[in-house]
């Protein structure tokens, strides 16, 4: 039997200090024996997550300007020079015991591009990581009914039970199959923030290979770091748009923008006043999150 190859840890930072230390000291014991290196990208934190990284002898930590969670990963795979798989992790996740080499193994299958864990949050409750192809009746906002057609999440805490293969999954804790993030390029920079796990995973599948989830390898995702604001909200909504519009043609790009703008409605009216922000950014391109920029059009021209 070979030899496994060396692991590329890749976590990206932005004022994280009160969650990184946590992540790295889990490390070890999940990656139980597997060889690693591990490299932080910070985007810029104003706190002081760039000392308490520093000061460990576990980890490289590169510091960078803020140009987005994407960028940020695709530099820390290029910092470190290792062959074998990515595993990118948000800081404010903890591994399990174990867990790493779970995912590594379950990521020799054949065409597997990448492979998630079961996530549950600080309190051990399941959280609703596993998602499915964005669709036209997804866009409704409709996913309280509970139905696969209208529901982009996957609901149903059965299909959280047993491996499969999903068309993407939340991008907290991603072991990343290195010849397809190199068929790939790495992830699209220019997803600032949200979307970019998607897009990922959707055109991975588009050369043949395919997101498997493993409920055997656990994390804890804490979540909330990035923060809750109508510009993030924004931010959010404006990439989900952006890419259904990367994947279809004009008309159906046209009706995903008029069905994201009667769902952030519907939410307005429910009291949600971020959602004012996002149906702004949609359709006014010069109100958007500056990361966003105005110039690339919501539709085809």
């Not at 990963?73 to 779970?102: K, Q």
């Not at 998602?131 to 057609?149: D, I, M, Q, V, Y």
């Amino acid at each position: 039997m070979g030899v496994a190859p060396e692991i590329a840890v890749v976590v990206v930072t932005y004022n994280s200090s009160a969650v990184i230390g946590d992540l790295l000291d889990s490390l070890p014991a999940a990656l139980a024996g597997l060889s690693a290196r591990v490299v932080v990208v910070d985007n810029g934190s104003s706190d002081d997550t760039c000392d308490v990284v520093s000061r460990r002898g576990d980890c490289v930590l590169v510091r960078e300007q803020n140009r987005g969670y994407a960028a940020g990963l695709n530099t820390g795979v290029r910092a470190l020079p290792v062959e074998g798989p990515i595993l990118l992790l948000n800081p404010d996740v903890r591994m399990d015991p174990g867990s790493v080499a779970v995912m590594a193994s379950t990521l020799q299958q054949p065409r597997t591009a990448a492979v998630v864990p079961r996530l549950v949050d600080d309190h051990g409750q399941l959280s609703l990581s596993l998602r499915r192809e964005p669709t036209l009746g997804r866009a409704l906002g409709l996913g309280r009914t509970r139905r696969p057609a209208l529901s982009e999440t996957v609901q149903d805490h059965g299909a959280y039970a047993s491996p499969h293969v999903t068309d993407w999954a939340t991008g907290a804790v991603m072991l990343l199959s290195r010849e397809c993030f190199d068929a790939l390029g790495g992830w699209d920079e220019s997803y600032f923030l949200y979307s970019e796990e998607t897009d990922y995973c959707l055109r991975a599948r588009d050369i043949g290979w395919v997101t498997r989830y493993e409920p055997a390898a656990l994390a804890v995702h804490i979540g909330g770091q990035s923060g809750r604001s109508a510009r993030i909200h924004a931010m959010q909504i404006v990439n989900r748009v952006r890419l259904f519009r990367r994947r279809h043609g004009r008309g159906a790009s046209v009706l995903y923008l008029l069905l994201a703008v009667a769902s952030e409605t519907s939410w307005v009216l429910r009291g949600h006043h971020e959602s004012a922000t996002a149906i702004k950014a949609l359709l006014v391109p010069g109100s958007r999150p500056v990361e966003l920029g105005c110039s690339d059009r919501m539709l085809p021209s």
